[in-house]
């Protein structure tokens, strides 16, 4: 049975809603992600984060998840983690999703039986709100945050273009346009909406 992990990456958000603390409103979405990744049912879940982000980190975890402490928010060191972990499979996704559905964690990694690493680009943009790879990965990934892991960024120095798979986009909440774009009525998000008085 293919072991599988998906890791919530604390990456930074430079954006915060009028009236709301930059701090808080940063714990509320990822704590949102982390509550999502716990209830998967086909996957592990663990959170990456720098050491400057520790505390933040076991705040929002739930028991038993797993926290690796890695020296840069970039992609390989989360891969290595998990690899060192026995997983086959792993998936890096940002913090700064809260209301992204578990079927586009589960389109994520669905294309890792032919493709060795598959991403699925951030709406707007730039990046990706999240990478997947079959472990250990190859040595042709670049070592890339989220914020640059687009996927031409990362055909780049495959051997074959078509070694890395597109999968369908997700926002993550870097601005007002995104923050207008949360649906009501999707579930989940609770800490984010709280905060926002909703």
Known sequence: MVK?????????????????????????????????????????????TTTADRAL???IAWPGMR?????????RPVFAAAAADGFDEAAIVAADAPDVPGMILGK???????????????????????????????????????????????RRTAPEPSLVESTPDWRRLRGPAELSALDPALEGWDATRALLGG
């Open 4 to 48: 599988r992990i998906v890791v919530a990456l604390l990456v930074p958000v430079p954006w915060h809603p009028p009236g709301t603390d930059a701090a808080a409103w940063r714990a509320a979405l990822a704590e949102d992600v982390a509550d999502l990744l716990a209830r998967l049912a086909r996957a592990e879940a663990a959170i990456a």
């Open 57 to 59: 980190a076991e705040e």
């Open 67 to 75: 926290i690796y402490e890695v020296p840069t928010l970039t992609v």
């Open 108 to 154: 994520l990694l669905r294309p890792l039986s032919p493709k060795p690493v598959a991403v699925a680009p951030a709406v707007p943009g730039p990046g990706a709100f999240g990478v997947a790879a079959r472990l250990p990965v190859p040595d042709w990934l670049p070592d890339l945050g989220l914020d640059a892991a687009a996927p031409m960024a990362l």
